[in-house]
Every structure is written in structure tokens, then in C-alpha cells.
């Protein structure tokens, strides 16, 4: 990216990012803290961070099963608390330092899980016009990206229910499209280990994103012919998929 797409690029982040933490802000009005407080799928995928960097104890989460000896089993997988946590330290290292009581469940970690829900949204967003872009006309992709944000559930899960894995996961499709398209121009080892890092983040916030691998095998496949070449190819490059695993 050249140095002007790049400033262009962070301004129209912040704005975003501004603006949905304001209507977030309007829909929580009791407080940001509900986003990882809240006996709900979102408590589930967080808790691992507060326990696991703060309480030191992963066996004791509260969203979780009870065990026979007394111990707990968090059932939610943890592809959600990895993209959190970036955002969980710095809500850690704000709160540490201004003093204030860090049980990991305070208002100012609720905020950021908002931030971050916001700034995958955003990238993801921003992925996808590009990628759009290559194949339409800038002003089609713009369009057809708002309206998968509004126009879909994303604008929910992104400021009110930021806690949920909805934009984590579409964020995590994004990029293995996006790595998928270029894989196929140059099979790179980025490329490669890129493949394999979304889809194993994608895998840890939901089980069944693993079918995002039949995407991969037959991406741009439209008759049968393309089918058996495509199979040829993979056999042909075993060892691709042994490294993104």
C-alpha cells in the first residue's frame, strides 16, 4: 500500500470505529461492561482471558459446565478470546495503571471488546471492497460491502452484541477468501501459512467453519473437467496443505 492509501486507510478506520462505539454506546446504556458480563454465549468465548491472565485459574470459569469434582469446563472453543485478546491487554494495561480494581470484568474491557469487534469489522469490511473492487466497479463493490454490513445481522453483532462470534468469524472468512484467491495466483509460503492460520482461528471459534475447506478445494470451479484438474493440482501439492495444517 502506498503511504496516501495507507493514511486513507486508518482515517476512514477511526471514523468507523468512532462512530458504531457511539451507537454501541446509545444501545448499552447501562454499560459497556454487559459485552463480557452477561451469562451468554459472549461471557463464554471472553472468560478465558480474565482466568486465564488475571485469576490464573481456568477451571473455575463461571459460563461453564460443573463437573463431578467441583471443577468447571468451559464448552465455548477459543478462536474468539485469541482475536480478543490483543484488546483484552491494553484494557488491562489502562486499567493497571489508572489504579483501578482488574478482575477482568470491568466497564473499560467490555469497551474494548466493542473496539474490537469494530476494528475486525472494519478490515474485513475493507478486504472484501478490495477484493470486490478487482472484479466490479469501485462504486458496485462499495455498495454491495454497506450492504452487507446494514443490511445484514453483522451491524448487531458488531455494537450491540460485540461479545458474539458473528463478526470474529466473518472477519476470519474474509481473509481466508481473500488468501484463498491469492494462493491460486502464487503459491507463496505466506500465502500458505496465512490459508492455515485463518482457517485454524476460524475452526477455534466455531467446529464447523472447517468447512470453509471445501471453499478452498473447488474455489472457482464451474464444470466437471474443473473439478478433476483441481483435484490433480492438490495431489499435485500435498505438501501445501501439510504446512497450513
Not at 495503571?97 to 474491557?109: D, R
Not at 471488546?113 to 472484479?135: G, R
Not at 471459534?205 to 490433480?232: G, Q
Request: some cysteine; charged content about 15%; overall charge positive.
Amino acid at each position: 500500500m502506498r503511504r496516501s492509501s495507507i493514511i486513507i486507510f486508518l482515517l476512514f478506520g477511526i471514523l468507523f470505529v468512532s462512530v458504531n462505539v457511539k451507537i454501541s454506546q446509545y444501545y448499552h446504556i447501562k454499560g459497556f461492561y454487559v459485552t463480557v458480563k452477561s451469562s451468554s454465549d459472549s461471557e463464554g468465548y471472553y472468560q478465558y482471558l480474565p482466568y486465564l491472565f488475571i485469576k490464573n485459574d481456568v477451571l473455575r470459569q463461571p459460563c461453564a459446565a460443573l463437573l463431578d469434582n467441583g471443577l468447571r469446563l468451559n464448552k465455548f472453543t477459543c478462536g474468539v478470546a485469541i482475536l480478543e485478546a490483543p484488546f483484552f491487554f491494553i484494557a488491562y494495561f489502562i486499567s493497571s495503571i489508572s489504579g483501578n480494581h482488574v478482575n477482568g470484568f470491568e466497564e473499560i474491557y467490555g469497551l474494548f471488546i466493542v473496539i474490537a469487534a469494530c476494528v475486525y469489522m472494519y478490515i474485513a469490511l475493507y478486504v472484501l471492497y478490495v477484493m470486490l473492487s478487482k472484479k466490479t466497479s469501485w462504486v458496485i463493490a462499495l455498495i454491495s460491502v454497506i450492504a452487507i454490513y446494514l443490511g445484514t445481522n453483522l451491524f448487531y453483532y458488531t455494537v450491540v452484541e460485540s461479545g458474539m462470534s458473528h463478526a470474529y468469524s466473518f472477519f476470519c472468512f474474509v481473509m481466508f477468501v481473500y488468501f484463498t484467491d491469492k494462493y491460486y495466483i502464487q503459491k507463496s509460503l505466506k500465502n500458505t501459512l496465512a490459508l492455515g492460520l485463518f482457517l485454524g482461528i476460524a475452526t477455534l471459534i466455531r467446529p464447523t467453519n472447517i468447512l470453509l475447506t471445501i471453499l478452498f478445494l473447488f474455489y472457482e470451479t464451474y464444470t466437471i473437467e474443473d473439478v478433476k484438474k483441481r483435484i490433480v493440482f492438490h495431489f499435485k501439492h500435498y505438501y501445501n496443505f501439510t504446512l497450513a495444517f
